[in-house]
């Protein structure tokens, strides 16, 4: 599958979550519930998955954890925060970049209208 069909499944999945729930949720519903709804419609959905860090030639096998990952294409973390800080989009950047992925979704769903949450990121170095 393409990755803007996945990216606009994310999107309808988000905004049915958002009308339904509203926003100031902890970010664990949201992804419960979002891993739901992209997998019912289809997608192979991975949920807090652990991504492996190399530093110094020794190998973290839990450097970290991606919210979602869907079709090992893309990467969603997900916020229930404020406002979005530059700091959450490098964090989006720099897993795409140690999972070698191009594509990225950062939302947050504290917002009134989702459409105003939803972010792509992209990683151009994809090697």
């Known amino acids: 599958m393409e990755i803007n069909q996945i990216t606009g499944r994310v999107l309808d999945a988000f905004i049915r979550i958002h009308t339904a729930l509203g926003p100031g949720l902890f970010e664990s519903v949201y992804e419960e519930t979002g891993a739901y709804e992209l997998t019912k419609s289809g997608l192979y959905v991975e949920r807090q998955k652990a991504i492996p860090v190399v ?3 020794i190998k973290f096998d839990d450097g970290f954890r991606a919210d979602l990952v ?3 294409k893309l990467i969603i973390e997900i916020k229930s925060v404020e406002s979005l800080a530059p700091v959450h ?4 950047m720099t897993y795409l970049k140690l999972m070698n992925l191009r ?5 947050n769903f504290n917002v ?3 459409k105003d949450g939803f ?4 990683n151009n170095h994809v090697k």
């Open 112 to 114: 009134d209208l989702l």
């Open 103 to 107: 594509d990225g979704i950062l939302v």
């Open 119 to 122: 972010h792509r990121v992209f």
């Open 70 to 72: 869907v079709e090992r």
């Open 89 to 92: 989009f490098k964090q989006v």
């Open 55 to 57: 530093y110094d030639n």
